[in-house]
């Protein structure tokens, strides 16, 4: 059998497992006996949690109120496929565990990187990529901050976004550098550029989708060689039956190049 066949029949098989093709009135379940998604199904929307402030994965036109980026488009994509529109839930790096144990949203989408915590209380699907901490900096200052040593020193003022990895990456491996939390991550980038920080260490990707945006000005210090390894998922509510569909779904655009095809949209 060709792959491409084969992808098919694997997602085809998750969604029969659901009893999507069930009309509504036929197979009707307790509530109590409902799985994820025939609740998401019935109620003809993917609740998705975004943060809205992450490019190139989501961002928010605060002008229009539209989502777009790279999780916004397989935010869609996934909703289509579960024959149901994507529904927006307005999230934060800080508030996002606690939106997720609050039920707020189905699947957190935006650039979501795996970490034990998380795992914890939910299910990841299968990676979409590899990543990593690194660090970004003004180009004229790059080889200053090779390693965490030159970067710990009191005279390096450390800047990161409020409650996610990085802020705690930074808690937990800065402890003579000063840092400050800024609170917009839409426009943190430009405390850098302007010299009124001199460091972040973030994801690779955000580092080099950074350095795209302000070329010759800030760099990706070292994106290839990242201080520790992650990868990206959606996060999802602990149901077998949406992270069945979700990991086949993922499975079929990573083997037949959707996933490349938004990667060259978005980050490059």
């Known amino acids: 059998m060709r792959p491409a066949f084969r992808l098919v029949g694997l997602l085809l098989a998750a969604f029969g497992a659901t009893c999507l093709a069930l009309p509504a009135h036929q197979g009707a379940a307790s509530a109590e ?3 994820l998604v025939d609740r998401i ?19 928010r036109n605060h002008a229009t109120g539209i989502y777009e980026g790279f999780d916004i488009d397989q935010a869609g ?22 939106d997720f144990a609050a039920d707020r ?35 004229a200052d790059k080889d200053k901050y090779a390693d965490l040593a030159e970067i710990d020193r009191p005279d390096v003022r450390v800047i990161v976004n ?33 010299g009124r920080a001199d460091v972040m ?9 950074q350095a795209r945006r302000h070329p010759g000005v800030l760099c990706a210090v070292h994106p290839d060689a ?26 079929t655009r990573l083997e037949t ?9 978005w980050m490059n």
């Not at 994509?77 to 606690?98: D, H, I, M, P």
């Not at 260490?201 to 080099?208: K, L």
């Not at 190049?257 to 949209?265: D, K, M, W, Y």
Request: hydrophobic letters at 40%; a neutral charge; one cysteine or more.
């Open 105 to 139: 949203f189905d699947i957190a989408m935006g650039g979501v990187s795996i970490t034990p915590e998380r795992a914890a209380s939910g299910y990841f699907s299968i990676p979409y990529m590899q990543d990593g901490k690194t660090p970004i900096a003004r180009c």
């Open 201 to 209: 260490v973030t994801d690779a990707s955000e580092a080099r989708y």
């Open 226 to 251: 990242p201080f520790e390894r992650a990868e990206k998922a959606y996060w999802m509510q602990p149901d077998e039956s949406l992270k069945t569909f979700v990991d086949a779904w993922l499975h």
């Open 162 to 194: 409020p409650g996610g990895a990085n802020e705690r990456f930074a808690r937990a491996h800065l402890k003579r550098a000063p840092i400050r939390v800024f609170p917009d991550n839409r426009t943190l980038f430009e405390e850098i550029a302007e």
């Open 77 to 98: 994509a996934l909703a289509a496929a579960l024959g149901v529109r994507a529904e927006f839930v307005q999230t934060t790096w800080s508030t996002l565990a606690a």
């Open 41 to 59: 199904v019935r109620r003809g929307a993917l609740r998705v949690g975004v943060t809205g402030d992450y490019r190139p994965f989501d961002w």
């Open 257 to 265: 190049g959707a996933v490349h095809a938004l990667t060259t949209r």
């Open 33 to 35: 006996t409902q799985t």
